[in-house]
């Protein structure tokens, strides 16, 4: 049974404070509001993490992520963070290859499948993230492109490690501008994603993982996306920092 996801990318903002009370408030509310069949992600900056998983420790439905991890399992490797960090600061997802890392970054397919590989083999969940640019969509080249993404990085995965890995589909152009992919495009794309992950694991192990849409997802238009048989979640930026919206995207399905 595939899960339901729905994750809070809080990327570079809120401070200490500012995060510690967001997060009670969705761990408050998640505990009175939201299913238990919903697992609640809360992806926060680096620092925030430790503080935040004490937050959400009981929480039945409520649990923390990080944003980014590195390759390397230790050593010289000035401001970057490692799984074990990210394990003994109480957080068991990591977001893995999101678009602003690729681009900002330079992050390579090689580089996230070696992350994928680590955060799996120290007990992470990656949310491995995948999606064209508007320009690689206009020349209609988005389902390509994005099987390209998932080859390069996930196709060396044993089957029983595939099935550890959440997928997060982000067309660039719907990430931060308020224009969301119609529920048709997200479907397409995310039966295709499906598809290709049968074609390389079998159809058994592709009906097993959970595949989330990322780009402008708001209480507005989760319960269409939500509505599509290979949408199985979100990845939520801007409606993830106010604890309403973010509840109220969980409440969708
Ligand atoms: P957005 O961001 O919801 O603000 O578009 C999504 C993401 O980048 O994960």
């Not at 997928?167 to 969301?180: H, L, N, Q």
Request: charged share 20%.
């Amino acid at each position: 049974m595939r899960k339901k996801i729905i994750a809070g990318n809080w990327k570079m903002n809120k401070s200490l404070e500012d995060g510690l009370a967001l997060a009670s408030e969705v761990t408050n509310m998640a505990s009175d509001e939201v299913s238990s069949e919903v697992t609640m992600i809360m992806c926060t900056p680096d620092i925030h993490l430790s503080a935040v998983s004490g937050i959400a420790k009981d929480a039945t439905n409520v649990t923390v992520g990080a944003q980014n991890m590195s390759e390397h399992e230790s050593g010289a490797y000035t401001g970057d963070l490692s799984a074990e960090m990210i394990i003994s600061a109480g957080a068991s997802f990591v977001i893995i290859g999101h678009s602003e890392r690729r681009e900002y970054h330079f992050e390579t397919n090689q580089q996230l499948a070696d992350r994928v590989k680590l955060a799996i083999a120290k007990g992470l969940t990656p949310i491995f993230c995948c999606g064209e640019s508007l320009e690689t969509r206009e020349a209609n080249e988005h389902v390509g492109f994005v099987n390209n993404q998932l080859k390069e990085s996930l196709f060396d995965l044993s089957a029983e490690d595939m099935k550890k890995v959440v997928i997060a589909y982000e067309p660039i152009w719907a990430i931060g501008t308020g224009v969301t992919a119609s529920s048709d495009q997200a479907q397409e794309m995310h039966l295709s994603i499906r598809n290709s992950l049968a074609g390389q694991f079998g159809q058994e192990v592709a009906d097993e993982i959970s595949i989330l849409y990322g780009g402008s997802m708001k209480p507005a238009n989760a319960q269409e996306l939500l509505a599509q048989p290979d949408v199985d979640g979100g990845l939520i930026g801007g409606a993830s920092l106010k604890a309403r919206d973010f509840i109220d995207i969980a409440k969708s399905y």
